[in-house]
Nanobody, 124 residues
Framework: QVHLVESGGGLVEAGGSLRLSCAAS????????MGWFRQAPGKEREFVAT????????NYADSVKGRFTISRDKAKSTLYLQMNSLNPEDTAVYYC?????????????????WGQGTQVTVSS
């Protein structure tokens, strides 16, 4: 079992930055691949970024590649998403998720545990 709590969302102007955090509890966190997803109003939840269980392998959606960075701190049981050069199209509720496998994955079906989400709003 993994319990996830996101934080760090908010309102930012276009071109700005935010860092999302996801605090995890549960003994399986250290062995789980982790991911960030987002859902904008009226749209389906979409993949943003993923990393494997030790954070050495990462993968990003094309829309955020070069602007977002996923990382994890094993000692703090925390997942991060550094978001730079934000634009209004990044506005969404952002969710962190834990997979039931150690390898990174972009497939939403591979994630078993989800946080409650944090709102990110980018003004133009």
């Amino acid at each position: 079992q993994v319990h996830l709590v996101e934080s760090g969302g908010g309102l930012v102007e276009a071109g700005g930055s935010l860092r999302l955090s996801c605090a995890a509890s549960g003994r399986t966190f250290s062995r789980s691949a982790m991911g960030w997803f987002r859902q904008a109003p009226g749209k389906e939840r979409e993949f943003v970024a993923t990393c494997n269980w030790i954070g050495s392998i990462t993968n990003y959606a094309d829309s955020v590649k070069g602007r977002f960075t996923i990382s994890r701190d094993k000692a703090k049981s925390t997942l991060y998403l550094q978001m730079n050069s934000l634009n209004p199209e990044d506005t969404a509720v952002y969710y962190c998720a834990a997979a039931s496998q150690p390898g990174s994955t972009i497939a939403i079906r591979d994630y078993d545990y989800w946080g409650q989400g944090t709102q990110v709003t980018v003004s133009s």
